[in-house]
Each structure stands twice: as structure tokens, then as C-alpha cells.
């Protein structure tokens, strides 16, 4: 029995897109010359049923690809930035305090405005310098260089510039100081006030009373200029887009320690204790919040030491000496050998 081995010789057609175009379009257009039936109905029917297909897939297809332009392009996010924006919210959230409390703070920087006023023009128009610089002094007032106003009569003469230098720091600082936290406890929301104005003036002007506090103690202008440089770069990141509470405490702490070190360089060792006790106390209310929204209104209390332990190392200066007994002079009270 012969087996017949029959190969499938088969193949599969290709289809020709020309040719399957073409038609196609024979095929249209008899459907749209004719408008009978027979066989053309048929082609036209199977004819328009797929393209009625295709159009619904290229409407689908048209749809999707309309909707994903829509959609906002995912965003590359900064993780590092992320958790800067998170560190500052969580900061600013437990310092979040009532009206009632931001009133407090604003006030308790007040007293500190009025007694640099008042040792600026009082205390060290009428305190006795070194009795060295007392002729020369002399000669000043035999040429009337007193200060005579009718304005100010018990004013008998400027006060020294490293004096004057930690007043005018003092007098700028509170007064930003006095609009921020003003302006919190009347018009600033919570979530606003990480990066308002008012609180980056604040924190800025904080390194500008540093630079007055650094010419006061040391009465250097080299020491200025130095001191000039870094706060003014703190003061410029204090305005930056991103807040970064933990660099600009940092800064504002090494500001301190910068005019601080000098009463501990020139031997004012008792002003320089002072000035020790003042901040550990002041940083333990600052940082550690023990009286709730009230502790930063009591470290406004206690730092109202600041300004009178920086006017008072600025006297003790021997550049201060020629002014302090002129002043002395002025006000016809005799120098002494030492302040």
C-alpha cells in the first residue's frame, strides 16, 4: 500500500497595502455612485460597518492621547528641599502662639528700645571719663563743642560711638522685632509666617544689632568690618526662598559669640559672666519652651539685660575715654581717674 506523503505547500498571502487601498477606494466610491442593492449593498454594508469600527478605535485613540496632555507632567521633586519645607513647618508649628501672646512678645521688646535711649543720652552724657583726657577736653568746651539743645537739656554731649553703635542696634532690631510679632497676633495666619516679610526683617535686622554689638564691645574697626561681612551674608540668607531654621540659628548664634568674646579678651570678665548667665537662660526659655506660648515673651524679658551689658563694655573701651570725659566736662562734673 503506497503511502502518498502530501506536502502542504501552502503559503501565507501577503497582503498588498497598495492593492487593499486601492480597493478600498474602487469599493467607496461604488457605494457612493450607487444607491441600489445586490452584491454592492453587500460591500457597502461590510464596508461601512469597519470603518465605522476604525473611526470609533481612532476617536478612542484620539481621546487618550488629548486626556494625557491634560495631565500635569509628574513633577522631579527635590527630596532635600521636601524635607527643609517639612523641618520649617514642624519648627514654626510649636512656636505657634495665641494673639494674646504675640502682643506680649511685641511689648516685652519696648523696654529695651527706651533704656538704650535712655543710656545713650543720659548715662553716658553724664558719666565721668579718665581724667588723662581731661585737658584736652577742656579745650573742647573752652570752644563750645558741648551739645546744647533745648530739645535735650540734660544731653551735654554725644555719647561715644561704640555706645551709640550698640543703641542703634538695639533701636533697629525691636522695632522689626515689634512689627512681626504685631503683625501675628492681628493679620498673619500660622501657615504665612515661616516666610512673610515681616519675619525675615525680623531675623535679618537681629544681624545687623550683632555688627552695632561687636563695634561696641571691642571698638575695633577691623573687628567691625569682620563682623560687618558675616552678618551681612547671614542677613542675605535670611531672605532666601527656602527656609532653613537650623542654619540661621546656627548663624545667629555664632553672631553672639562674636561680639561677646571681646569683653572676655579685654579682661571685662564680670560683664562677660553676665552675658554667659543671660544666654543660658534666655536659650533655655527660647529652645526648650517650659511656659508653653509665654516663653518666648519671657526670653524678651530676659535678654532686656543685652542692650545695657553692650553699652556698658563699649564704655569701658579706651577709645570711649575722650568722649565719656568730655561729656563729663559738659555737664561741669569733674573727671575722675576711672570710670
Keep these: ?34 444607491s441600489g442593492g445586490g452584491d454592492s449593498d453587500d460591500e457597502c454594508g461590510s464596508l461601512n460597518k469597519n470603518s465605522g469600527r476604525s473611526t470609533q478605535l481612532k476617536d478612542v485613540k484620539f481621546t487618550r492621547s488629548i486626556s494625557s496632555f491634560d495631565k500635569a507632567p509628574p513633577k522631579c521633586e527635590n527630596k532635600e528641599e521636601h524635607d527643609v519645607d517639612a523641618k520649617a513647618k514642624a519648627y514654626l508649628d510649636k512656636r505657634v502662639m495665641t494673639p494674646t ?35 584736652v577736653a577742656q579745650e573742647k568746651v573752652d570752644n563750645g563743642e558741648c551739645f546744647d539743645s533745648q530739645a535735650f537739656p540734660y544731653v551735654a554731649a554725644l555719647p561715644p560711638l561704640a555706645v551709640a553703635a550698640g543703641a542703634l542696634g538695639t533701636l533697629v532690631h525691636s522695632s522689626f522685632s515689634v512689627l512681626y510679632h504685631w503683625k501675628c497676633a492681628t493679620s498673619i495666619a500660622p501657615s504665612k509666617r515661616i516666610k512673610h516679610w515681616s519675619r525675615r526683617l525680623d531675623h535679618a535686622s537681629i544681624h545687623l544689632a550683632s555688627v552695632g554689638a561687636a563695634y561696641a564691645t571691642s571698638g575695633r574697626t577691623d573687628y567691625f568690618l569682620l563682623n560687618l561681612a558675616f552678618n551681612f551674608d547671614s ?11 537650623r542654619r ?11 561680639y561677646v568674646l571681646p569683653t572676655l579678651i579685654y579682661g571685662h570678665y564680670d ?69
Design 1 to 34: 500500500m503506497a503511502v502518498t506523503n502530501q506536502r502542504n505547500t501552502s503559503r501565507p498571502v501577503i497582503a498588498d497595502p497598495d492593492r487593499s487601498t486601492s480597493s478600498g477606494k474602487e469599493i467607496l466610491r461604488k457605494c457612493s455612485a450607487d
Design 101 to 135: 501672646q504675640e502682643m506680649f512678645n511685641a511689648i516685652t521688646m519696648i523696654p529695651g528700645m527706651i533704656y538704650s535711649i535712655y543710656f545713650c543720652w543720659m548715662v553716658a552724657g553724664h558719666q565721668q571719663g579718665n581724667i588723662e583726657w581731661a585737658d
Design 235 to 245: 542677613a542675605l540668607k535670611q531672605v532666601e526662598e527656602k527656609v532653613q531654621p
Design 248 to 258: 540661621n540659628l546656627t548663624r545667629i548664634g555664632m553672631s553672639i559669640i562674636l
Design 271 to 339: 560683664i562677660f559672666t553676665q552675658f554667659v548667665v543671660m544666654f543660658v537662660v534666655g536659650g533655655w526659655l527660647f529652645v526648650r519652651y517650659p511656659f508653653g506660648g509665654w516663653s518666648h515673651g519671657l526670653f524678651h524679658v530676659v535678654i532686656t539685660l543685652l542692650p545695657h551689658l553692650v553699652m556698658t563694655a563699649g564704655m569701658q573701651l579706651e577709645s570711649s575715654q575722650f568722649q565719656l570725659t568730655l561729656a563729663a566736662k559738659c555737664a561741669g562734673m569733674a573727671p575722675v581717674d576711672s570710670i
